[in-house]
């Protein structure tokens, strides 16, 4: 199977620059290293009518071209039954019943990390499931067998990080982005995951997860955010952060390309022309800090 990289939206609404810069990221990688680069709309949850072909046609604007046909998560749910299936017939999953409220309320385990799940219901008896079942419909969590787990990442070096009993199906039936994404990657021969650094840390989860389901753990690099000029992960609220909201107030979308592409220490123009000059090694490595349309910055010490 061909190499590759991808990028992967949530139709949620317009990309903002912030999206826009990884998605440019991660087809200068790709494309760089000989990789075919792959769009994925990931479409399980949060929706919204007309948002898909707005980002489609945005990334296009900007220089961000894709081989295939565009794949949509909400059309692979066999895939992610039958890797379901799989990890419960090895023992490996468990009905959960309980609430967000409950596992914030509950206890920690001993030993357990901050913020993992306490595994209230993993060793629930036969009569204790048929109680919860009668109450209320069950989630699908993981029966993890560590309690952490290390990637390597071309940006961050070796991160080890926590690895509890997460879910891979809700209890309305939606499959769990932990389990989708790396179904969706070995799928497609994604063997390159470029995406912003604040899912680094979930990262240990699906590559542990991979490992079970003996799938391939691609390699990662998790870049710098954009955020505002308060220092919080840009927003659309932030003012004109999209393509359309940036045409209204005078930049088109060249000129926005051109201004990410300086930010990345790149020369302005064609994307394609960036990759001539696109090294790694030599990205910045911390946030770029959007201050509008006249001062976009990167953070000091970047």
């Given at each position: 199977?061909t ?27 790709a ?12 479409d ?14 945005d ?17 692979r749910?066999?895939?992610?039954g ?53 109450s ?35 209890n ?80 088109a979308a ?8 300086q ?7 064609e ?32």
């Amino acid at each position: 199977m061909t190499s590759a990289g991808r990028f992967a939206p949530s139709p949620s609404g317009e990309l903002h620059v912030g999206n826009l810069r990884t998605a440019m990221l991660a087809w200068l990688f790709a494309r760089s290293m000989g990789r075919q680069f792959l769009l994925r709309v990931e479409d399980l949850d949060r929706a919204r009518a007309g948002a898909e072909a707005v980002q489609l046609r945005d990334l296009e604007a900007v220089g961000v071209t894709w081989d295939g046909a565009v794949v949509r998560q909400t059309a692979r749910s066999a895939l992610y039954g039958a890797a379901i299936e799989r990890l419960t017939k090895a023992g490996l999953t468990y009905e959960c019943f309980c609430t967000r409220r409950e596992i914030q309320d509950a206890p920690s385990a001993p030993h357990s990390p901050q913020g993992a799940y306490p595994g209230t219901c993993r060793n629930l008896s036969t009569a204790e499931l048929e109680i919860r079942r009668a109450s209320r419909p069950a989630a699908i969590r993981l029966r993890s067998e560590t309690a952490e787990w290390t990637v390597e990442d071309r940006l961050h070096g070796s991160y080890t990080g926590v690895v509890d009993d997460f879910v891979l199906r809700r209890n309305d039936g939606v499959t769990a982005y932990n389990l989708a994404v790396v179904v969706d990657d070995a799928e497609q021969g994604v063997d390159q995951v470029v995406r912003g650094d604040d899912l680094l840390s979930s990262t240990p989860r699906q590559a542990y997860l991979a490992s079970l389901l003996g799938l391939p753990i691609p390699e990662y690099a998790h870049v710098p955010l954009v955020l505002n000029r308060y220092g919080a992960r840009l927003a659309k609220r932030d003012g004109a952060v999209t393509l359309g909201e940036l045409a209204a107030v005078g930049l088109a979308a060249g000129e926005v390309r051109d201004v990410i592409l300086q930010s990345l220490g790149l020369p302005a123009g064609e994307l394609g022309e960036a990759l001539g000059s696109f090294d790694p090694a030599r990205l910045p490595r911390g946030p770029w800090i959007w201050n509008g349309i006249q001062q976009p910055t990167l953070r000091k010490g970047a």
